[in-house]
C-alpha cells in the first residue's frame, strides 16, 4: 500500500536561509507525487508534481523537488526563504489507483 | 474563474441534526472528492467520485453520505453528526486522478 512520511511537523528558518521540507514516500509502482501549499484560512494549491521523465522538478515561488528513487524521497526545497513562504505543506503520493494520499503535513515557519 | 465552490465556510450545529455541505466545480472535471483535515493527521479522503452516479470509499466514509447526480455538484451529507466530525472539509476537482487537483476553500464545521 502506498503511504507519505513527512519528517518533521513543524520547520523554522531564518529569512533568506535554506528551505528543506521532506517527504518519503512508498510505493509498489512509479509513483506520481505532489508538493500542496495551504495558506492560513485558505485550501490547498499545487506547488509542483512529478509525473515522469526529468527528476528535479521546478514549482511555483522558487520551490523546487528532486525524485530519487532509490530513496524513495522527494524533498521540497527553496534556496531563500520569504516571509511570505510561510505555510503549511503537503506532500501527496497517488499510484493511478482510486485516491491520492497526503503526509501529515510540515507547517514552515520564517523567523525575521 | 475556475474553481471550486464549497459551502458554507463555517457551520455550527448541534448532534444529531442533519446537515449537507455543497461543493460545485466549473471546470467540467469527472473526478471529485472530498476530505478532511485534522491536527497531525494531513488530509483523509472521505468518499471520491469519478464520474456521475459513481462514487466510491476512501480511507474514513463512517457517518459520511454522497451523491454525485449531476457532473458539476458533489454534496457532502452528514446524517446524524456527532462530535468526532467536528473537523475542516476539503472538496476538490481534478480531471483525472493523477493530475492537478483544485480544492475548495474549506468548510469548517463543529458538532456540539
Known amino acids: 500500500a502506498q503511504s507519505v512520511t513527512q519528517l518533521g511537523s513543524h520547520v523554522s528558518v531564518s529569512e533568506g536561509a535554506l528551505v528543506l521540507l521532506r517527504c518519503n514516500y512508498s510505493?509498489?509502482?512509479?509513483?506520481?507525487l505532489f508538493w500542496y501549499v495551504q495558506y492560513p484560512n485558505q485550501g490547498l494549491q499545487l506547488l509542483l508534481k512529478y509525473t515522469t521523465g526529468a527528476t528535479l522538478v521546478k514549482g511555483i515561488n522558487g520551490f523546487e523537488a528532486e525524485f530519487k528513487k532509490s530513496e524513495t524521497s522527494f524533498h521540497l526545497t527553496k534556496p531563500s526563504a520569504h516571509m511570505s513562504d510561510a505555510a503549511e505543506y503537503f506532500c501527496a503520493v497517488s499510484e493511478g489507483a482510486s485516491k491520492i494520499i497526503f503526509g501529515s503535513g510540515t507547517r514552515l515557519s520564517i523567523r525575521p | 474563474e475556475a474553481q471550486v465552490t464549497q459551502n458554507p465556510r463555517y457551520l455550527i450545529t448541534v448532534t444529531g441534526k442533519k446537515l449537507t455541505v455543497t461543493c460545485s466545480q466549473n471546470m467540467n472535471h469527472e473526478y471529485m472528492s472530498w476530505y478532511r483535515q485534522d491536527p497531525g493527521l494531513g488530509l483523509r479522503q472521505i468518499y471520491y467520485?469519478?464520474?456521475?452516479?459513481?462514487?466510491d470509499k476512501g480511507d474514513v466514509p463512517e457517518g459520511y453520505k454522497v451523491s454525485r447526480k449531476e457532473k458539476r455538484n458533489f454534496p457532502l451529507i452528514l446524517e446524524s453528526p456527532s462530535p468526532n466530525q467536528t473537523s475542516l472539509y476539503f472538496c476538490?476537482?481534478?480531471?483525472?486522478?493523477?493530475?492537478?487537483?483544485?480544492f475548495g476553500q474549506g468548510t469548517r464545521l463543529t458538532v456540539v
Open positions: 510505493s509498489s509502482v512509479p509513483p506520481y
Open positions: 467520485s469519478m464520474n456521475v452516479e459513481v462514487t
Open positions: 476538490a476537482s481534478s480531471p483525472t486522478l493523477n493530475t492537478e487537483a483544485f
